[in-house]
Structure formats: structure tokens, C-alpha cells
């Protein structure tokens, strides 16, 4: 079975820097995807960021980036330019594409507060 | 568009009663999803569905029960309520590998 691990329980940035969130995961699996979800105190679930196991080019989406290193099976999400509308927690969650159920499994997540 | 909408937002059980969270979505997507959350351990698969009329266990299917009679529809059924599933519950469903799009949750106390 798949698991994913995020190391950091809690995380804080000052607003206006970087900030880098860890991720790993375990799978014997060639194919598959991973995603970063962002859940602000709202409770609202957010996709921030997918990346695609086949492909080497790190996935950006604006002021959020990943470092994905598919060998050590590592994803790790980087903000730059850190918000206070950042601050929430954060999990990162994988995707077999295998067996066709499109299943997640998440990671225990990391809360993140931004500090102006 | 409404993607998934989830009801009841809030709600407090007795032991021992019995509840449905209703999750319909408007994507036409063929996947959805029950999760519950629990505080510091993530998200955790409850019950799937590929389709409408199949469902299948995930996780932690022990105490709730699904059905599929729809695309849109995947209410998840709480029978015999324990103070185990304190909760919040969410509901999601996808295309293929695009990523979930997410209800806005349950909040469940069972007292």
C-alpha cells in the first residue's frame, strides 16, 4: 500500500518569503500522480498544484512550485513570496492510476502561518 | 456550477441514531469519494465509487454503508452513530486524474 509522509506537523514564514513544505512517499509503482491541497481555516479543500510521475519538469502555478524527484520519492512544495492568505494547513496527497479507482492517499499535512 | 455540494454542514447525533450525508455533484464525473478527517492524521478513504451502481470499500469502511443510483448522487449512510465517527466528512469526486474537487464538509459530533 501506498503511504505518504510530511515530516513538518507545523511550519511558519514571515510575509514576502520562501517557504518549502516536505513530502515523501512510498510506492513500487511506475505511473501515478501527486497533488498538494491547501485547507485554509474555512475548511474548503484546494487543489494548489498536480505533477505527473512521467514527466521531469517540475509543476509551477504561479507563486507555488514543486521539487519533484521521482528516485528518492520526494515532492516538495515551495511558496515564494509568502501571503498571509497562505496560512493554512497543507497535504500532500498521491494517485495510483493503476486498478482504475483513482483513489488519494494523503499525507497527515503541515500547517502553515504566514507572520506579518 | 455547482461542483459538490454536501448536506447537512453541521450536525449532532446521539449514540445509537442514525444519519445520511447527502454529496451530489454537477461535473458529470464518473469517480466520487468519501473521506473523514480526523485532527493531525490527514484524510482517510471511506467508501468510493467508479460509476454509478459500484461501490467499494476504502480504508476505514467499518460503521457506514453507500449507494450509487446515480452519477450525481453518493449519499453515505451512518448507522448505530459512535463517538468514534466525531468527524469531519468530506465528499469529492474527479475525472479521471485531474485532482478531486471537494465538498465544503460535515461536521459531525456524536454525543
Known amino acids: 500500500a501506498q503511504t505518504v509522509t510530511q515530516s513538518q506537523p507545523e511550519m511558519s514564514v514571515q510575509e514576502a518569503e520562501t517557504v518549502t513544505l516536505s513530502c515523501t512517499y512510498d510506492?513500487?509503482?511506475?505511473?501515478?500522480?501527486l497533488f498538494w491541497y491547501k485547507q485554509p481555516p474555512s475548511r474548503q479543500m484546494i487543489l494548489v498544484i498536480r505533477q505527473e510521475a512521467y514527466k521531469q519538469q517540475n509543476a509551477t502555478e504561479n507563486r507555488f512550485s514543486v521539487n519533484f524527484q521521482k528516485a528518492a520519492k520526494s515532492f516538495s512544495l515551495k511558496i515564494s513570496d509568502s501571503q498571509l492568505g497562505d496560512t493554512a494547513m497543507y497535504f500532500c496527497a498521491f494517485m495510483n492510476t493503476q486498478g482504475g479507482s483513482e483513489k488519494l492517499v494523503f499525507g497527515k499535512g503541515t500547517k502553515l502561518t504566514v507572520n506579518p | 456550477n455547482a461542483g459538490v455540494t454536501q448536506t447537512p454542514k453541521f450536525r449532532i447525533l446521539k449514540i445509537g441514531q442514525s444519519m445520511t450525508l447527502q454529496c451530489t455533484q454537477d461535473?458529470?464525473?464518473?469517480?466520487m469519494y468519501w473521506y473523514r478527517q480526523d485532527p493531525g492524521m490527514g484524510l482517510k478513504l471511506i467508501y468510493y465509487?467508479?460509476?454509478?451502481?459500484?461501490?467499494d470499500k476504502g480504508e476505514v469502511p467499518n460503521g457506514y454503508n453507500v449507494s450509487r443510483s446515480t452519477t450525481e448522487d453518493f449519499p453515505l449512510r451512518l448507522e448505530l452513530a459512535a463517538p468514534s465517527q466525531t468527524s469531519v466528512y468530506f465528499c469529492a469526486s474527479t475525472l479521471l486524474s485531474d485532482g478531486y474537487t471537494f465538498g465544503s464538509g460535515t461536521r459531525l459530533t456524536v454525543v
Open positions: 510506492t513500487s509503482e511506475n505511473n501515478y500522480y
Open positions: 465509487s467508479v460509476g454509478a451502481g459500484i461501490t
Open positions: 461535473m458529470n464525473h464518473n469517480y
